[in-house]
């Protein structure tokens, strides 16, 4: 088994068990739309996600950042996701037995990105500097620096034009 692999296991009762619910409890109170914008990378520092600094980006209501364990994401300076997105960093590997194992890693969201309303982004993937992610699309691949994406699966459709 390589080491970007996990195997499903049912959470025991230790101090690792309330760790995780004490995370998973900030997660879902950073997607309330009472929790001003200031606040919730704040909340997220706590759950694992990683900013550069976080006082330039920009986090809408309802998104959710779904880790696994020894996994994070990672965002660069003047980001916005906007409401809605998804971001997980795993995806389920089909066996003849179901689903008991997931490809594991990190989501890097580089530097000057826009990720549209209701975007999935799933399996490790980096999203380059100065990308656009349109609105619903799903990014299970890498996105290059000054991409344009949109679909299911996200597309290059366009490049951000240089000034």
């Known amino acids: 088994?390589?080491?970007n692999i996990h195997t499903a296991t049912w959470n025991k009762f230790s101090f690792l068990f309330f760790k995780k619910v004490m995370s998973f409890l900030l997660i879902h109170l950073s997607r309330q739309f009472f929790i001003p914008p200031s606040i919730r990378p704040f909340l997220l520092k706590r759950c694992g996600?990683?900013?550069n600094n976080s006082k330039t980006v920009f986090i809408g209501t309802d998104v959710l950042f779904d880790n696994m364990?020894?996994?994070?994401?990672?965002i660069g300076n003047n980001v916005v996701i906007t409401t809605g997105v998804k971001i997980i960093n795993h995806y389920p590997l089909l066996t003849s037995s179901g689903v008991t194992e997931y490809e594991i890693g990190d989501v890097v969201i580089e530097d000057n990105v826009f990720i549209g309303m209701n975007s999935l982004i799933v399996k490790p993937?980096?999203?380059g500097e100065n990308a656009v992610i349109g609105a619903g699309s799903v990014i299970t691949k890498d996105v290059p620096d000054n991409a344009i994406v949109?679909?299911?699966p996200a597309k290059v459709i366009s490049y951000v034009k240089s000034k």
């Open 1 to 3: 088994m390589s080491s």
């Open 49 to 51: 996600v990683k900013f």
């Open 69 to 74: 364990k020894k996994t994070s994401t990672y």
């Open 125 to 127: 993937v980096t999203i």
């Open 150 to 152: 949109a679909g299911n």
